[in-house]
């Protein structure tokens, strides 16, 4: 699911750059917005602890611009406005 971002973050570059870059805002974004995935875990203590991760379904959409090279043709303002509009 997420072996194409892996190896472009790990590959470094310009591309890599940008598209830590593109996490990162994604991250952001989506938190003030609510978007973040809501889990829960053990804590230390052993309380149940709520969590936010990035949703798995964005790393395959990331994995699509990686692929088709929109990730070098596209600003990160606009990845991250496509990212936060959904699938379509």
């Known amino acids: 699911m997420a ?3 892996l190896r472009a973050l790990a590959g470094g570059g310009r591309r890599g ?3 830590a870059t593109v996490i990162k805002r994604l991250v ?3 938190a003030e917005l609510g978007e973040l995935e809501t889990y ?3 804590g230390d203590h052993g309380q ?3 969590g936010r991760k990035f949703p798995p379904c964005w790393f395959d959409r ?5 692929e088709t090279d929109a ?3 596209l600003s990160v303002d606009r990845i991250v406005e496509i990212m936060l509009q959904g699938p379509r």
């Open 28 to 30: 952001l974004e989506a």
């Open 71 to 73: 990730i070098d043709h």
């Open 48 to 50: 149940l602890v709520r």
């Open 3 to 5: 072996d194409v971002v």
């Open 17 to 19: 750059a940008k598209l």
């Open 40 to 42: 829960q875990y053990l």
């Open 62 to 66: 990331l994995d699509k611009a990686i």
